[in-house]
């Protein structure tokens, strides 16, 4: 079906997208002459929706009012999720790094050694195969903004047409070292002391929708919000400001912002946009971070449910139904087979792909897309189901108390449903079989690679 030709036209509280479909149907034939091939839809003659990656670092679920947050406000975000599909059991890995290695690649740590920030930035394009790479095959434009960190080398070197990175996380004014440059497309330019890096980075991601709209457009939106060091934003009071509370209120208006110009484009209809955060809100954030009063278990950088728990809302207006929450287990390395499948590329067979596509789940026509997630960091690993946690070393846990608490189920006090459980989360990790891949060689904090913790991997 061509969501472009046959989408009805939908309202997005208060974001209308007025519809001019004849218009963009006649945009996609124009581009198939010019192009002379249908190849650049991936095989297919239906122009595939262009996709757009929001991935907000560190921003765990008890930072986002759609999740409950008792004390951060996200109104545009929450939006978002009314105009499509909210997962409340969405996990990855609990570091930026490893976490952002399961996106791009859709596979597990053990086997591309993405164990730890170290090891994230000895990937090798040889090796491993980003989904960008995949996209641009299939005739997208491919445009990555913001941080790049822990990946090595340039996005160009990863399948990406364009790009804005800065160096390390978090990075908002010149002030900060880190911050006193960046690079586009391989010429490094100096952030001026009246640049504001996340309105830089919109202003960026506008600019590429732009000038690509008459053909399908992938965008990894990194954004910089809301990793420390935190600092004012534009919006902030003069005195005494909530660092926190500025942040996300700035990130979620420049989502907003982001969804108006969509709209204006004309471009709702035909774009799967993906709000996510990375890993679990920061440890000095965490214990703010409450819902219904209650902090989460653990947090970023820990095995807990508050390390691997993130938000993710999809919103697809057409295609996904608005509104919706989804209680299923989500998998970061599910979005490479499901951008692959959207845009008609068949998965590689030279090597294991974890991941599992979501477009039936989103088309309705499948219930649910997988029944646990894996989560690794170092040499700790677990597999979650909706109710159950098996880790590496044979720890059952009952998650009825997820995310705020998790209570260890020791065999003896094994009931017939635990018991059960343990057998079918075992029979799990035996078949990945995580010990038999890459095994991590660092101190297991899952920063550093065969060195002590005074390194700078940054987080
Ligand atoms: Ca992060």
């Not at 003659?45 to 560190?58: K, Q």
């Not at 545009?76 to 909210?86: E, K, T, V």
């Not at 070393?393 to 997820?402: C, K, N």
Request: aromatic share 8%.
């Amino acid at each position: 079906m061509d969501v472009l030709s046959t989408a009805p036209c939908v309202q997005i509280r208060g974001l209308t997208e007025i519809g001019s479909t004849s218009m963009r149907s006649l945009s996609a034939v124009f581009w198939l002459l010019l192009t002379g091939s249908a190849v650049v839809w991936g095989g297919s003659p239906d122009r595939p929706p262009n996709l757009i990656f929001i991935l907000a670092d560190d921003l765990g679920v008890g930072n986002v009012g759609c999740y409950g947050s008792d004390r951060y406000r996200t109104p545009q975000i929450d939006r978002l999720a009314q105009s499509g599909l909210r997962y409340t059991r969405a996990y990855t890995a609990p570091l930026c790094g490893p976490s952002r290695a399961l996106i791009m690649t859709g596979r597990y740590a053990f086997r591309t050694g993405a164990t730890n920030q170290d090891r994230v930035g000895q990937l090798k394009p040889a090796a491993e195969t980003m989904l960008s790479v995949y996209l641009r095959q299939a005739g997208y434009r491919t445009g990555a903004f913001g941080k790049w960190s822990q990946f090595p080398l340039q996005p160009s070197d990863w399948g990406f047409d364009e790009y804005l990175r800065f160096s390390g996380s978090g990075v908002y004014r010149n002030t900060d070292a880190k911050g006193e440059s960046y690079v586009v497309n391989g010429e490094s330019r100096r952030l001026t002391a009246d640049q504001y890096m996340p309105d830089l980075l919109h202003e960026r991601v506008v600019d590429f929708i732009r000038r690509h709209r008459e053909q399908p457009f992938f965008v990894y939106y990194s954004l910089s919000s809301v990793h420390g060091e935190l600092l004012p934003t534009p919006d902030s009071p003069a005195v005494e400001p909530d660092l926190m509370a500025d942040n996300i209120s700035y990130m979620d208006k420049l989502i907003g912002k982001l969804l108006s110009e969509l709209g204006q484009q004309n471009l709702l209809q035909s774009t799967l946009i993906v709000f996510m955060g990375d890993n679990g809100t920061g440890k000095g954030q965490a214990d703010e971070a409450t819902i219904g009063g209650r902090r989460l278990a653990g947090q970023k950088g820990t095995m807990q449910e508050g390390g691997a728990l993130v938000p993710l809302i999809v919103s697809w207006p057409g295609v996904i139904a608005g509104g919706g929450v989804s209680d299923g287990v989500m998998d970061s390395t599910d979005f490479l087979p499901t951008f692959c499948e959207l845009a008609g590329v068949t998965l590689p067979s030279d090597r294991v792909i974890d991941g599992r596509s979501l477009v039936a789940e989103w088309r309705g026509t499948q219930a649910q897309h997988r029944k646990w997630a894996f989560v690794q960091l170092a040499r700790n690993w677990y597999v979650r189901e909706a109710q159950w946690k098996l880790n590496q070393a044979g720890e059952l846990f009952d998650m009825g108390g997820a995310p705020f608490a998790e209570s260890l189920v020791p065999q003896s006090a094994d009931t017939p449903d635990s018991r059960e459980a343990r057998q079918r989360l075992q029979a799990v990790l035996d078949g990945l079989n995580p010990a038999g891949g890459i095994l991590d060689d660092g101190d297991g904090s899952g920063r550093h690679a065969g060195r002590k913790k005074e390194g700078n991997s940054g987080d």
